[in-house]
């Protein structure tokens, strides 16, 4: 079975701060990673994802992400952050047919 | 605002009540899902519906009872549910079954049992 660590539980940062946030998972086979974000009292949502090709993968609202095979890592990032992506953001795992598997989350503040 | 429609938001009970959540979407999603979520906690997989066939459950206990109705509808019927089982519910849904695919969630369904 799949897991899914995410480093750091809660960053705070001032607006035009890069951001990065960490996302390992454990798996030996092939897997389709994902980051999600919730929005104060809103829905989940997908931000990016990773199937294959590749390894730099550009989402919404300037997000980005790299996979690193060889070091099992999603890592998400935004060169310059706003006030409105303060969020919880959730790195996700599945391996193909299986469930996905969500890491603890992250809470990012990011203060105007 | 998403297409993965929960009622109610919110909902309190009383352990010995019965009562029901419900999800619609109308995306033609083959697959549908039910997670839990405590605060501050990643969504936890509860049920998986797959063609409307119950396909995955979590050892879930059950006094949590899932339905597919048809294509479009989840519901999850609660009965003599314990204090520890207040949390947000989310409904989910995806082309199929599996990792393979995004899933859109709705805003969930806030349940607190008293």
């Known amino acids: 079975a799949q897991s899914v660590s995410q480093h750091n539980h809660h960053v705070i940062l001032s607006e035009a701060a890069s951001l990065e946030l960490g996302c390992n998972y454990s798996?030996?086979?092939?897997?389709?990673l994902f980051w999600y974000v919730q929005y104060p009292g809103q829905h989940l949502q997908l931000l990016l994802k990773?199937?294959?090709?590749?390894?730099l993968v550009k989402g919404i609202k300037g997000f980005e992400a790299e996979f690193i095979k060889s070091k099992f890592s999603f890592n998400l990032r935004k060169p310059s952050v706003q006030w409105s992506d303060t969020a919880e953001y959730f790195c996700?795992?599945?391996?193909?047919?299986?469930?996905?598997?969500f890491g603890g989350g992250t809470r990012v503040l990011v203060k105007p | 605002d998403t297409e993965v429609t929960q009622t109610p938001k919110h909902l309190v009970m009383g352990m010995t009540n019965k009562k029901s959540l419900k999800c619609e979407q109308h995306?033609?999603?083959?697959?549908m899902y039910w997670y839990k979520q405590k605060a501050k906690k990643p969504p936890e997989l509860m049920f998986v519906?797959?063609?409307?066939?119950?396909?995955i459950n979590e050892s879930v206990p059950s006094r949590f009872s899932p339905e597919c109705p048809n294509s479009s509808l989840l519901n999850l019927h609660l009965h003599a549910l314990q204090p520890e089982d207040s949390a947000l519910y989310l409904c989910?849904?995806?082309?199929?079954?599996?990792?393979?695919?995004?899933?859109?969630f709705g805003e969930g369904s806030r349940l607190t049992v008293l």
């Open positions: 989910a849904s995806s082309r199929g079954q599996g990792s393979s695919g995004e899933l859109f």
């Open positions: 798996y030996g086979g092939t897997v389709n």
């Open positions: 990773y199937f294959s090709g590749d390894p």
């Open positions: 996700a795992v599945g391996a193909a047919g299986n469930k996905l598997t």
């Open positions: 995306m033609g999603h083959r697959a």
């Open positions: 519906y797959s063609y409307e066939k119950l396909s």
